[in-house]
């Protein structure tokens, strides 16, 4: 089954404590991307990446980073998480940057 | 770069009755505008597209309108039912671009009264 495979799907973790979110695609995308869903503010894009080894910043990349390694996988990374990054976390995959976009089923995240 | 503006941000609506959420677009190269529905707890779903050689496109009880000299392009859903109910975002890009990234609107909730 083609899809976006997310984990963890929820998370409390305290501030300043390091992780990370992975998401893996089993279509042979090209391009993937992280989201961020805030209430009123839709969905913000964090980083997103062409191909492998090529990233580059979204609308609100602070506090983030990312790493394509391998074409399936895109992590995003919270070095130092922080209370406002509190947030519903999508991951999306797409033949194209700007083709039909298949998302994952989300990662809510609370920092305390 | 594009912004893309999505009104209502919630919308009400009796069974049967129709729904159209409107978005505007500002970069006049814009040339790919899908629709997504989001459901509880689920990631948002293409429901529908437009390229902007087409103005209208349907799809069963779903159809899109584009209107690229005024930049602004529409969802309509007639005879909504209660599974309708949803978060729906409009996006634009430039397909093919080196850039190609999807701009989304804030999102219009719909509600579905049975």
């Known amino acids: 089954e083609a899809q976006v495979t997310q984990n963890p799907r929820y998370l409390i973790t305290v501030t300043g404590k390091k992780l990370t979110v992975t998401c893996s695609q089993n279509?042979?995308?090209?391009?993937m991307s992280w989201y961020r869903q805030d209430p009123g503010l839709g969905l913000r894009q964090i980083y997103y990446?062409?191909?492998?080894?090529?990233?580059d910043k979204g609308d609100v990349p602070e506090g983030y980073k990312v790493s394509r390694k391998e074409k399936r996988n895109f992590p995003l990374i919270l070095e130092s998480p922080s209370p406002n990054q509190t947030s519903l976390y999508f991951c999306a995959s797409s033949f194209g940057g700007a083709g039909e976009l298949f998302f994952g089923e989300g990662s809510r995240l609370t920092v305390l | 770069g594009e912004n893309v503006e999505q009104h209502p941000s919630t919308l009400s609506v009796q069974e049967g009755d129709s729904a159209v959420i409107k978005c505007t677009y500002s970069d006049s190269a814009s040339n790919y505008f899908p629709w997504y529905k989001q459901e509880l707890g689920k990631g948002p779903q293409l429901i529908i597209d437009?390229?902007?050689?087409?103005g209208e496109k349907k799809d069963q009880r779903i159809a899109v309108t584009l209107n690229k000299t005024a930049k602004h392009f529409s969802l309509h859903i007639t005879e909504t039912q209660p599974e309708d109910s949803a978060v729906y975002f409009c996006?634009?890009?430039?397909?093919?671009?080196?850039?190609?990234?999807?701009?989304f609107g804030k999102g219009t909730k719909l509600s579905v009264k049975p």
């Open positions: 996006a634009a890009s430039i397909y093919g671009g080196s850039q190609g990234n999807l701009i």
């Open positions: 990446s062409m191909n492998v080894e090529v990233t």
């Open positions: 279509m042979n995308h090209e391009y």
């Open positions: 437009i390229r902007s050689n087409v």
